[in-house]
């Protein structure tokens, strides 16, 4: 298995001298939560700690009525509770998928031009074939196995209307082609167009053949370390997916399903984290565009796709020198060659310091 170089590796000098700043790291460079998990997700978990049994794959009843109704209440989609299929976090999720559904040598995956790299390494897991291509059309003849959508976008925080992602679900169906959508961050939208589920009626006609989609608690719900996730869309494929996951044994544990449950029961817990990173994006942006960047998109999700129209390496370079830590954009894509992913992610205070010495 021919897999690249772990990308971030690359950035462990540009950490060396931002750490060495004086008023310390300030590190955007990761989507990882800084504030605390809700307190009734942990009671919860704990509540749930005596767990001597085996759990279900398939998660509990109440978990999967539990994602249905958010999926009803904040998406609009009339999803099965025996259509989910609860994730032990959705980055093995993606990396797997192509394996579960069946894709191999001599198939190819399309995933968008910029990406979440890790499209790519479940192609390249079962030795298929990963296009880079947001346009369908430019693939000529061929006919993929797969074909990714993310939005709102990681890294540029682009949302997709849903006339282009009808358009893609008729593509596919006409092919036999199975679409995957990665939706992790369709709660975290700050302005614009508000992103719709590609298993929303509007766009797939009421019918999830041929679709899954993919949502995850690790930002909207700061579980990141539960490794909380789910699948849901076609009972065929998901049914498909079951079955080999309860052979591999890749099953949620129970007390992290019992506070899955919990989490997608609440939304309160989510509309105060929104307001929190609402008001880091309120002042992070305007001290970056000050600076002399531009922002495009970022309409939604947790960065700011922030360019100085100059090579990638060379802003993060210049960030790290005021003791910044950002992303480079190559690392999703070479047309990202020029920008670089600024990532919400930070407590108050430190995004306050990135202000500072921004402006």
Known sequence: MLLPDFPWDRLEPFK????AHPGGLVDLSVGTPVDPTPQLVRDALAAA????????TYGTPALREAV?????????VAADPAAVLPAIGTKELVAWLPLLLGVGPGDTVV?????????????????????AADGLLTLGPATPKIVWLNSPSNPTGKVLPAAHLRKVVEWA???????????CYIE?????????????????GGSHEGLLAIHSLSKRSNLAGYRAGFVTGDPALVKRLLEVRKHAGMIMPAPVQAAMTVAYGDDQHVKEQHARYAARRA?????????????????????????????????????????????????????????????????????AEAVTRLT
Not at 68 to 76: K, Q
Not at 111 to 119: C, I, N, Q
């Open 283 to 351: 002042s992070l942006k305007p001290a970056l565009e000050a600076h002399g960047f531009r922002i495009d998109h970022s309409e939604a999700s947790l960065y700011l796709w922030s360019t100085r129209d100059e090579p990638c390496w060379d802003t993060v370079a210049h960030l790290a020198s005021l003791g910044i830590l950002v992303a480079p954009g190559d690392f999703y894509g070479t047309a990202g060659s020029h920008h670089v992913r600024i990532a919400l992610t930070a407590t108050d205070e430190r995004i």
């Open 68 to 76: 249905a109704g958010w999926l009803d209440r904040r998406l609009g």
């Open 111 to 131: 995933f968008p031009a910029l990406a979440y790299p890790t499209y790519d390494i479940g192609a390249r897991i079962v030795g298929a074939t990963g296009v």
């Open 49 to 56: 700690s005596d767990a001597h049994g085996y759990p279900l």
């Open 188 to 204: 975290l939208v700050w302005e614009g167009e508000e992103p719709v589920s590609i298993l929303h009626p509007d766009v797939c």
């Open 173 to 183: 169906r006409e092919r036999g082609v199975i679409v995957i959508s990665d939706e």
């Open 16 to 19: 060396k001298t931002a750490s």
